[in-house]
């Protein structure tokens, strides 16, 4: 089945062929020439769409007790048009490591993500893009990203993060 867009071409397509067939003669005019038939080559290049909105930038965490995480969620509202068996990927990377409020890296933070069936997660590295989330198709998905700092002493903290949606 065709999209909107493809249908829309193929429609112009064969309105500019119909259009350009030669009229029929009439009793007045010069005798019609013989009609010649000919194929025509059409190429059309599709490609995907996306469009994606995070509520945030760069997340920042308050620990109070180092011996728990602190959860925090970013939401996203994330469209694709792709082929209707085409895979739509959003990613998520921590742009560069965890940081005490004074801009500090902190090496004894951890930052994971939670997947989406709620139990399983997975440690993000920095500058390392990670699965969030995949579907197969064309539509718009909203939900959130939660994640976890484990820090080993009490302050705040901030990473900057990137998401990313990709569709082929």
Not at 124 to 132: E, M, R, S, W
Not at 148 to 164: K, Q
């Amino acid at each position: 089945m065709l999209s909107a867009t493809p249908r829309r071409v193929f429609v112009l397509f064969a309105a500019l062929l119909c259009s350009a067939t030669p009229s029929r003669a009439t009793a007045e005019s010069a005798p019609a020439a013989e009609s010649v038939p000919a194929s025509v080559k059409v190429t059309a290049q599709l490609s995907s769409r996306t469009s994606l909105r995070v509520s945030n930038d760069l997340l920042q965490f308050e620990v109070v007790y180092p011996t728990q995480p602190v959860m925090v969620s970013v939401g996203f509202a994330a469209g694709a048009r792709t082929f209707p068996d085409g895979a739509v990927l959003l990613s998520f990377e921590m742009v560069e490591h965890v940081r005490g409020i004074d801009g500090l890296p902190h090496g004894g933070a951890t930052l994971t993500l939670m997947n989406e069936d709620g139990g399983t997660l997975t440690e993000v590295k920095p500058g390392v893009p990670t699965t969030a989330r995949h579907w197969v198709g064309s539509g718009l998905r909203t939900g959130h990203l939660v994640l976890a700092l484990r820090a080993e002493t009490a302050g705040r903290y901030m990473v900057p993060i990137r998401v990313t949606l990709s569709a082929p």
